[in-house]
């Protein structure tokens, strides 16, 4: 089962993120990610090169959304870091060529293949819930974000069970 207090952290959210550009983005998530721990120095690298190649952009109805992640390599402990953009840039959209603008990002850092695929299937998911992206994308502080996260996945029918469903 997921613990809270490891995988989403109110010191893991960043709301009003001032950024030009997707590599941007990833290099402040990172960052937050590094100064806790979570990664290795090598992981803000490592991402924005595996987001040149595979792009994470999905365009759902409510937004634009962008999961950037690597490999397992570069993370120490588990952690999803969240940046609630103030004004959308271009992300490449998963599977294709063109750009769309991204408002939310969930920089995911996994631990192993195994879990990545059932934590994407996961976010996949949570990413067809308005009512949850609205929430997160009006929310004034960390704590609110990091409550429709809780709210969502760990009381949801599926109880929280990232790793072991």
């Known amino acids: 089962m997921i613990n809270s207090d490891k995988y989403f952290s109110k010191d893991l959210i960043e709301i009003g993120l001032d950024v030009e550009s997707d590599q941007e983005a990833i290099r402040k998530l990172s960052l937050l990610l590094y100064k806790q721990g979570y990664v290795k120095k090598s992981f803000s690298y490592a991402a924005i090169e595996r987001e040149k190649v595979f792009a994470t952009g999905l365009p759902c109805e409510l937004c634009g959304i962008a999961i950037p992640h690597t490999d397992p390599v570069h993370v120490i402990e588990m952690a999803i870091a969240i940046g609630v ?3 959308s840039i271009k992300f490449g959209m998963m599977g294709g060529t063109e750009k769309i603008d991204v408002d939310l990002i969930f920089l995911l850092a996994l631990k192993d293949c195994d879990s990545q695929i059932k934590i994407l299937k996961k976010f996949a998911d949570f990413f067809s819930k308005n009512e949850e992206l609205t929430k997160i994308r009006s929310a004034s502080s960390s704590d609110q974000i990091l409550q429709v996260m809780e709210n969502y996945f ?12």
Do not use: R, V
Not at 154 to 165: A, V
């Open 154 to 165: 760990y009381q949801s029918d599926w109880k929280g069970n990232l790793i072991n469903d």
């Open 85 to 87: 953009l103030k004004n």
